[in-house]
């Protein structure tokens, strides 16, 4: 390795609407890593080149986001919580959860929040083609990439679990080195 004797580092991506954010809480709270939620962060720092009125969402500045973030990665210990995943230094993530919803899960989802029509109809589509399943499997190393189905509570905390788990072998395995 780098010789680094930091923390790890989770990325939580995935659609819009696949339960990011409410993984990341749940994680966070039982590990002790802290929640970065890059969307809110964003809105507050305004990390951002202005608003697509079209699809009423922030242009991202992903300069702007990676210089704000990169003391927090570099000292470890995060759970980043975020819908695009392609911009940030590969070197940040130890790894990398994309999440899943099935499309009747999903929509009633992105429903629920007021979504316009056509908000909704490109965040299923993006769900459907498995963009940020993709996205992540060509900026990360395989290895490192897991895909795991969010559609209910019950998946939600073994997903929890089973990340709570890989922090715990992964430290173990930090200390040996
Ligand atoms: P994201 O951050 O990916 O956009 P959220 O965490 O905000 O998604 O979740 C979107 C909605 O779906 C919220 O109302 C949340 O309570 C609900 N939700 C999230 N994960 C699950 C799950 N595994 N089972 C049932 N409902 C969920
Ligand atoms: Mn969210």
Redesign the pocket.
Known sequence: MEGTKRDANILIT?T????????SELVASSTGLRHINVTDLVKEKSLHEGKDEEFDSYILDEDKVCDELEDTMTSGGNVV?F?TCDFFPERWFDLVVV?RADNSILYP?LV?RSYKDNKIQENMECEIMQVVLDEARESYKQEIVVELT????E??ESNASRIQQWLASWRSNQQQQ
Do not use: A, I
């Not at 819009?16 to 993984?23: A, D, E, W």
């Open positions: 995935g819009p609407g696949t339960g990011k954010t409410t993984l919580d819908h999440l989802r629920s969010n559609n209910t509570v998946e939600m």
